[in-house]
């Protein structure tokens, strides 16, 4: 959810011979089998980052969700991580089962994974799983006594929101409080899109006037995500990368416009136009 | 004090702050003072990767305005986009004619998104008037190529930025260079029907609603239509500078 804006912005490759990134289809495939692991965990990257959503690739990508020769020395799987990642960028519904599969795996970078792609896959089907995986954290409706970080509640719980799990407000409302405060936004943002009230929106409004820049770049992608336009203002002004700015306002433009019935641009969404090109 | 003293101490406490905010603090003081000698020293702060100082020095080098162009020209940093990027934005806000080959090759050839991004937005905002009258024409046409390049642009900030320019390029030659002028509206029309992005493509909608209020007011006030021509300037449009 947090990227660095160095990897987001410009490792986009826009030639075609960027250092690395001329892979054929078939040779991202073919190194997906590789013995050499650094080749299959940079094909899986590749097939998700070019989203060559082919369904051999899909299929090769599902398949490396069970890999098991590569390892860190924690115990993580890095090439399932990448392939999880890659799965949801190429928008193929045949990976929500394995990756709700992949909640359950040791690894916390791979159940991450999985709960962010979910979220960009889009099917329901994967929500009482991600509810299951929530509950770790709490003891009834409160959080339980320590803090738990053990599980990715910020992905589970934008997952949550994004798919309009509304059964689970009770559930998701508690981790409001929760000691990371990227767990607090991620609930907040959640609670927002769950029940549209303006209070979730500012809060992550507030938050925009925080200490920390990693914290402020994360409340831009949370506020662009839910598209919450009183944010507008608060946004072109808080201390952030104009990139990180105009894609959340970016995320205000466009729910603008995707909720108004006419045709013609609302004020809502020139005011929002012109704090973009004053970014730009 | 001097304005050179002043510059001096604001210049060291730039130099000597310790921590993040500290730099914001200074970067924005220094850059509040508008000293012509403090240039060099803002151009520095764009590659501190600290956005808030950017953003002032940013403002600061703008408020300056032309004479802090040959600096910003000299010493824009080949080696952190980021930096560059910023100071491509502060020679857009100034719309300073001198940086036009500087903003062409930025827009169209460099690698980073927020360098194209912010160059091709200043394609936009270059002062016509700065240039010799017999030369306006011919540039304007060399953005104009340029910008309908920029304009099919991977990234969708670039191609939005592009429509920015476009918009503003269209109002400036809508009576000199009607032709030239169709060919931005017709590109328009095309973005909107085929751009993959919703953003963009409501950027298009809202340069055409732009461009259309523009010549209807043509359309009422003939008069003032045939002032402009005769002056042989295009009047910079304050709007969007920074």
Same mark, same amino acid.
């Given at each position: 959810?947090?990227?660095?804006?160095?990897?987001?912005?410009?490792?986009?490759?826009?030639?075609?011979?960027?250092?690395?990134?001329?892979?054929?289809?078939?040779?991202?495939?073919?190194?997906?089998?590789?013995?050499?692991?650094?080749?299959?965990?940079?094909?899986?990257?590749?097939?998700?980052?070019?989203?060559?959503?082919?369904?051999?690739?899909?299929?090769?990508?599902?398949?490396?969700?069970?890999?098991?020769?590569?390892? $860190?020395? =924690?115990?993580? +799987?890095?090439? *399932?991580?990448?392939? !999880?990642? %890659?799965?949801? /960028? &190429?928008?193929? @519904?045949? #990976?929500?089962?394995?990756?709700?599969?992949?909640?359950?795996?040791?690894?916390?970078?791979?159940?991450?994974?999985?709960?962010?792609?979910?979220?960009?896959?889009?099917?329901?089907?994967?929500?009482?799983?991600?509810?299951?995986?929530?509950?770790?954290?709490?003891?009834?409706?409160?959080?339980?006594?320590?803090?738990?970080?053990?599980?990715?509640?910020?992905?589970?719980?934008?997952?949550?929101?994004?798919?309009?799990?509304?059964?689970?407000?009770?559930?998701?409302?508690?981790?409001?409080?929760?000691?990371?405060?990227?767990?607090?936004?991620?609930?907040?943002?959640?609670?927002?899109?769950? $029940?549209? =009230?303006?209070? +979730?929106?500012? *809060?992550?409004?507030? !938050?925009? %006037?925080?200490? /920390? &820049?990693?914290? @402020?770049? #994360?409340?831009?992608?949370?506020?662009?995500?839910?598209?919450?336009?009183?944010?507008?203002?608060?946004?072109?002004?808080?201390?952030?990368?104009?990139?990180?700015?105009?894609?959340?306002?970016?995320?205000?433009?466009?729910?603008?416009?995707?909720?108004?019935?006419?045709?013609?641009?609302?004020?809502?969404?020139?005011?929002?136009?012109?704090?973009?090109?004053?970014?730009? | 004090?001097?304005?050179?003293?002043?510059?001096?101490?604001?210049?060291?406490?730039?130099?000597?702050?310790?921590?993040?905010?500290?730099?914001?603090?200074?970067?924005?003081?220094?850059?509040?003072?508008?000293?012509?000698?403090?240039?060099?020293?803002?151009?520095?702060?764009?590659?501190?990767?600290?956005?808030?100082?950017?953003?002032?020095?940013?403002?600061?080098?703008?408020?300056?305005?032309?004479?802090?162009?040959?600096?910003?020209?000299?010493?824009?940093?080949?080696?952190?986009?980021?930096?560059?990027?910023?100071?491509?934005?502060?020679?857009?806000?100034?719309?300073?004619?001198?940086?036009?080959?500087?903003?062409?090759?930025?827009?169209?050839?460099?690698?980073?998104?927020?360098?194209?991004?912010?160059?091709?937005?200043?394609?936009?905002?270059?002062?016509?008037?700065?240039?010799?009258?017999?030369?306006?024409?011919?540039?304007?046409?060399?953005?104009?190529?340029?910008?309908?390049?920029?304009?099919?642009?991977?990234?969708?900030?670039?191609?939005?930025?592009?429509?920015?320019?476009?918009?503003?390029?269209?109002?400036?030659?809508?009576?000199?260079?009607?032709?030239?002028?169709?060919?931005?509206?017709?590109?328009?029309?095309?973005?909107?029907?085929?751009?993959?992005?919703?953003?963009?493509?409501?950027?298009?909608?809202?340069?055409?609603?732009?461009?259309?209020?523009?010549?209807?007011?043509?359309?009422?006030?003939?008069?003032?239509?045939?002032?402009?021509?005769?002056?042989?300037?295009?009047?910079?449009?304050?709007?969007?500078?920074?």
């Amino acid at each position: 959810m947090n990227p660095s804006p160095e990897k987001t912005e410009d490792l986009s490759l826009t030639g075609n011979n960027a250092e690395g990134g001329s892979l054929t289809v078939e040779q991202a495939l073919a190194n997906l089998e590789s013995a050499d692991l650094g080749l299959r965990f940079y094909a899986a990257w590749w097939l998700g980052r070019f989203r060559i959503n082919e369904s051999a690739a899909v299929t090769a990508l599902i398949k490396a969700l069970e890999d098991e020769a590569d390892r $860190t020395p =924690e115990g993580g +799987y890095p090439l *399932r991580r990448n392939a !999880a990642r %890659a799965l949801g /960028k &190429l928008g193929d @519904r045949q #990976a929500v089962s394995p990756l709700i599969g992949c909640l359950d795996c040791s690894d916390f970078y791979v159940r991450e994974a999985a709960a962010q792609s979910l979220e960009m896959l889009g099917d329901p089907v994967c929500i009482p799983a991600l509810i299951e995986l929530l509950q770790v954290g709490l003891q009834g409706e409160q959080l339980i006594s320590q803090p738990d970080l053990s599980q990715p509640y910020e992905a589970i719980l934008e997952t949550l929101g994004a798919l309009r799990a509304t059964e689970c407000i009770p559930l998701v409302k508690p981790f409001l409080e929760h000691p990371i405060e990227l767990v607090q936004y991620a609930a907040a943002r959640a609670m927002y899109q769950l $029940t549209q =009230e303006p209070v +979730y929106g500012e *809060r992550l409004i507030k !938050a925009l %006037a925080g200490d /920390k &820049l990693q914290l @402020r770049r #994360a409340v831009l992608a949370d506020l662009g995500a839910i598209g919450y336009l009183p944010a507008a203002d608060a946004i072109a002004e808080t201390l952030a990368e104009n990139s990180l700015k105009l894609i959340s306002l970016k995320g205000l433009l466009e729910y603008q416009v995707k909720h108004t019935a006419t045709s013609t641009l609302s004020d809502g969404a020139i005011k929002v136009i012109n704090l973009m090109d004053s970014l730009l | 004090m001097n304005n050179s003293d002043l510059a001096q101490i604001l210049i060291r406490a730039v130099e000597e702050a310790d921590s993040s905010d500290r730099l914001l603090d200074a970067v924005q003081e220094l850059a509040a003072a508008g000293i012509e000698e403090s240039v060099p020293t803002l151009i520095a702060a764009l590659g501190y990767n600290n956005p808030g100082a950017a953003v002032a020095a940013v403002d600061g080098l703008i408020a300056i305005g032309e004479v802090a162009v040959p600096s910003l020209l000299e010493l824009i940093d080949d080696y952190n986009y980021s930096a560059r990027a910023w100071a491509i934005r502060a020679l857009a806000g100034i719309g300073d004619a001198r940086a036009l080959d500087t903003l062409l090759e930025a827009a169209k050839t460099d690698f980073s998104l927020s360098v194209r991004r912010a160059a091709a937005r200043g394609l936009g905002t270059l002062r016509w008037q700065q240039l010799p009258a017999e030369k306006v024409e011919s540039v304007q046409i060399q953005v104009l190529e340029a910008l309908l390049l920029i304009s099919q642009d991977p990234e969708w900030i670039v191609r939005y930025a592009a429509v920015t320019s476009l918009e503003t390029l269209a109002i400036a030659i809508a009576v000199t260079l009607p032709d030239q002028a169709s060919r931005i509206t017709n590109q328009l029309q095309r973005i909107l029907d085929t751009d993959a992005d919703l953003g963009v493509r409501t950027r298009v909608k809202f340069a055409q609603q732009k461009i259309q209020q523009q010549q209807h007011q043509e359309v009422f006030a003939p008069k003032r239509k045939l002032e402009n021509t005769e002056v042989s300037e295009i009047p910079y449009r304050g709007a969007g500078r920074r």
